[in-house]
């Protein structure tokens, strides 16, 4: 059974930096889908990262040049690096796995089958 732990949310000002983590158990790292979604209150849940094996990495596009998604596959980690944030990145950050690979739509909420409980992210201005 897949279980998903973020943590590394925090509190920080506009411009600063945070990382996210997400501790992976139960995860099969072959034919299969990782990313990070986050949900501000009000709001749906929108894909901020996602990456298939063998398949590029999808940013949106409001996070381009600012977020990377990376993992560690010996350390079952997936990391969400955030530089130059903004306000409106505040929200719930969520890390999600699939498998079987999908090959399109990465950055669909429906598409993923396994979540976490998420971490906070709050940015002042």
């Known amino acids: 059974q897949v279980q998903l732990v973020e943590f590394g949310g925090g509190s920080v000002q506009a411009g600063g930096s945070l990382r996210l983590s997400c501790a992976a158990s139960g995860v099969i790292y072959t034919d299969y889908c990782m990313g990070w979604f986050r949900q501000a209150p009000g709001k749906e849940r929108e894909g901020v990262a996602g990456?298939?094996?063998?398949?590029?990495?999808q940013y949106t596009n409001s996070v381009k040049g600012r977020f990377s998604i990376f993992q560690d596959v010996a350390k079952n980690a997936l990391y969400l690096q955030m530089n130059s944030l903004k306000p409106e990145d505040t929200a719930m950050y969520y890390c999600?796995?699939?498998?079987?690979?999908?090959?399109?739509?990465?950055?669909?909420?429906?598409?993923?089958?396994?979540w976490g409980q998420g971490t906070q992210v709050t940015v002042s201005s």
């Open positions: 990456f298939c094996d063998f398949a590029p990495t």
């Open positions: 999600a796995y699939r498998r079987p690979r999908a090959w399109g739509g990465l950055l669909d909420v429906g598409l993923y089958n396994s």
